[in-house]
T-cell receptor
Framework: KQEVTQIPAALSVPEGENLVLNCSFT??????LQWFRQDPGKGLTSLLL?????REQTSGRLNASLDKSSGRSTLYIAASQPGDSATYLCAVKPTGFQKLVFGTGTRLLVSP | ETGVTQTPRHLVMGMTNKKSLKCEQHLGHNAMYWYKQSAKKPLELMFV???????ENNSVPSRFSPECPNSSHLFLHLHTLQPEDSALYLC????????????FGPGTRLLVL
């Protein structure tokens, strides 16, 4: 059974810092891995999608890497801003399934 | 705002009530999903519909009854719920391919008294 773990559960940083969020998964048989952002009481917004054949994806200040063989992904946020404050969720799509398996998320607070 | 809308956004119901959650997607997708997000637990898939046909039921209790009349609409009918069913219910849609991402609605916050 696929399980996804995110560390840390919560993170508080001052504005301007670069930071790394970690995601690990137990089964390397995946189609892809995604990072989502969730604001309080809101739905999910997809940030980056990495296919199983890819190593990384970049969008603006965000960079996500994938090491499928070791079951790890990182989300790197450069020059953090207060608007980045949210919960960040990692999800994998297991091979042979249509569903996404989510981690419990990292709650990020960026202080001005 | 995404192309997936959900109504109502908030719902309070008693354990003997019957209510329905509605989801509509405006993205031309052919797959729709219901997820449950409880406090301090990962999002859990509940149901998957492809081309209006249910393809996955993740061992969901029968007090939750999904309905998908067409590829754009998805309902979740609720009856005799328990307080532990209180959660954020999220709808999502996608194309039926393994590469495609899922697009999520804003969710319905449900409180069962």
């Amino acid at each position: 059974k696929q399980e996804v773990t995110q560390i840390p559960a919560a993170l508080s940083v001052p504005e301007g810092e670069n930071l790394v969020l970690n995601c690990s998964f137990t089964d390397s048989a995946i189609y892809n891995l995604q990072w989502f952002r969730q604001d309080p009481g809101k739905g999910l917004t997809s940030l980056l999608l990495i296919q199983s054949s890819q190593r990384e994806q970049t969008s603006g200040r965000l960079n996500a890497s994938l090491d499928k063989s070791s079951g790890r992904s990182t989300l790197y946020i450069a020059a953090s801003q207060p608007g980045d404050s949210a919960t960040y969720l990692c999800a994998v799509k297991p091979t042979g399934f249509q569903k996404l398996v989510f981690g419990t998320g990292t709650r990020l607070l960026v202080s001005p | 705002e995404t192309g997936v809308t959900q109504t109502p956004r908030h719902l309070v119901m008693g354990m003997t009530n019957k209510k329905s959650l509605k989801c509509e997607q405006h993205l031309g997708h052919n797959a729709m999903y219901w997820y449950k997000q409880s406090a301090k637990k990962p999002l859990e898939l509940m149901f998957v519909y492809n081309f209006k046909e249910q393809t996955e039921n993740n061992s969901v209790p029968s007090r939750f009854s999904p309905e998908c009349p067409n590829s754009s609409h998805l309902f979740l009918h609720l009856h005799t719920l328990q307080p532990e069913d209180s959660a954020l219910y999220l709808c999502a849609s996608s194309q039926v391919t393994r590469e495609e991402t899922q697009y999520f609605g804003p969710g319905t916050r449900l409180l069962v008294l």
